[in-house]
Each structure stands twice: as structure tokens, then as C-alpha cells.
């Protein structure tokens, strides 16, 4: 390999790295974002649950930092945008109901590992450099393991009874 095409190679692994970075702090954003709201509703417990998830991808995003060496956060980048205005592991805000019980949350998570698996895995099979389909193809097999354990766990927690979102005292908003 030439060392032009060494730099390039190099400098699109680099970049997809940034964009790895990004798609779990994004998704440690708002599941912290998630479980700060649901205090806010004193839905406690599943408030919990979106705090540990926050702390399981901070560490994918803090594993990131230190493979890559990094000091500090790298500024973003767009050479390895997602498709949708949210990155591929972060919810929707529209997503968050103020009575979801952990069974919801945990369906959430599930959506989330598995549109991550589907990018990583489409990256994997893409025609970019060698060394950057390996580490996708590694970190999809990451969120298929993922995509497993969630439901193991979802297998554990209780299913929402019908009526679950009924409030016969909704919150009201003052100006």
C-alpha cells in the first residue's frame, strides 16, 4: 500500500472512530436526558434504568477514547452520517412517556441496539477500508450481544398492564 493510500485509509478509520464516539455519547445524552425526566415525573425506577444504560454507553464512548488515544472529545464528523436526525443508538425524544414503566424503557433500548447493529453491520459489508468494516463488524457483533442481553432482561421484567398510560391526574403546565 502506498503511503498516500495509508494516510487515507488512515484518515477515514479516524473518522469513523469520531462517529463511533459519537453515536454512544449520543446515546449516553439521552438516556441520561431520558432519566432526568422521568424524576421530573417521580418515575423513579425507571428513571434508574435510564441512568445505567447512560453508564453502559459512557463506557462504550470512554473504550472509544482510550483505543484512539484520545485527551479530549473529538470535534464531529459528518463522513459517517446516520440517516436519520438521530444518531442510530439514540432514542427520539418522542419516544419518553412520563408513566413508562421499565419494560417500555427496556423496548426502547432494544430499538436502539438493534438500529445501531443495522448501521455498524451495513458499514461492516460497505466498500470502506479494510480496517474500518473489521472494527464495524466487531462493534455490530458488540450490539447483537446487546440486542441479546436486553432481551434476556426484558424476559425478567413485567409487561405493562392494558391501561398503563391512563393519568386521571395528567401534569398541567403553568406559564
Same mark, same amino acid.
Given at each position: 500500500? *502506498?503511503?498516500?493510500?495509508?494516510?487515507?485509509?488512515?484518515? +477515514?478509520?479516524?473518522?469513523?472512530m469520531?462517529? =463511533?464516539?459519537?453515536?454512544?455519547?449520543?446515546?449516553?445524552?439521552?438516556?441520561?436526558?431520558? =432519566?432526568?425526566?422521568?424524576?421530573?415525573?417521580?418515575?423513579? $425506577?425507571?428513571?434508574?434504568?435510564?441512568?445505567?444504560?447512560?453508564? #453502559?454507553?459512557?463506557?462504550? =464512548?470512554?473504550? #472509544?477514547?482510550?483505543?484512539?488515544?484520545?485527551?479530549?472529545?473529538?470535534?464531529? *464528523?459528518?463522513?459517517w452520517?446516520?440517516?436519520?436526525?438521530? *444518531?442510530?443508538?439514540?432514542?427520539? +425524544?418522542?419516544?419518553?412517556?412520563?408513566?413508562?414503566?421499565?419494560?417500555? /424503557? !427496556?423496548?426502547?433500548?432494544?430499538?436502539?441496539?438493534?438500529?445501531?447493529?443495522?448501521? !455498524?453491520?451495513? #458499514?461492516?459489508?460497505?466498500? =470502506?477500508? /479494510?480496517? +474500518?468494516?473489521?472494527?464495524?463488524? $466487531?462493534?455490530?457483533?458488540?450490539?447483537?450481544?446487546?440486542?441479546?442481553? #436486553?432481551?434476556?432482561?426484558m424476559?425478567?421484567?413485567p409487561?405493562?398492564?392494558?391501561?398503563?398510560?391512563?393519568?386521571?391526574?395528567p401534569?398541567?403546565?403553568?406559564?
Amino acid at each position: 500500500m *502506498s503511503p498516500r493510500k495509508t494516510r487515507t485509509g488512515r484518515k +477515514v478509520y479516524d473518522e469513523f472512530m469520531v462517529q =463511533a464516539y459519537v453515536m454512544e455519547n449520543d446515546a449516553r445524552d439521552r438516556y441520561t436526558e431520558f =432519566a432526568d425526566q422521568m424524576e421530573v415525573h417521580n418515575n423513579l $425506577e425507571v428513571a434508574e434504568l435510564f441512568r445505567k444504560l447512560a453508564r #453502559i454507553e459512557g463506557l462504550h =464512548a470512554d473504550k #472509544i477514547m482510550q483505543e484512539m488515544g484520545w485527551k479530549k472529545p473529538p470535534p464531529p *464528523s459528518l463522513a459517517w452520517a446516520w440517516d436519520d436526525m438521530e *444518531s442510530p443508538e439514540s432514542a427520539p +425524544v418522542t419516544e419518553l412517556h412520563y408513566l413508562m414503566q421499565p419494560y417500555h /424503557a !427496556l423496548q426502547l433500548a432494544l430499538r436502539c441496539e438493534q438500529r445501531a447493529e443495522k448501521f !455498524l453491520s451495513r #458499514i461492516a459489508r460497505s466498500k =470502506a477500508p /479494510a480496517d +474500518v468494516r473489521r472494527v464495524a463488524a $466487531e462493534m455490530a457483533e458488540e450490539e447483537r450481544e446487546h440486542v441479546r442481553l #436486553i432481551r434476556q432482561w426484558m424476559k425478567k421484567t413485567p409487561k405493562p398492564e392494558p391501561g398503563w398510560d391512563r393519568d386521571l391526574d395528567p401534569p398541567t403546565y403553568s406559564e
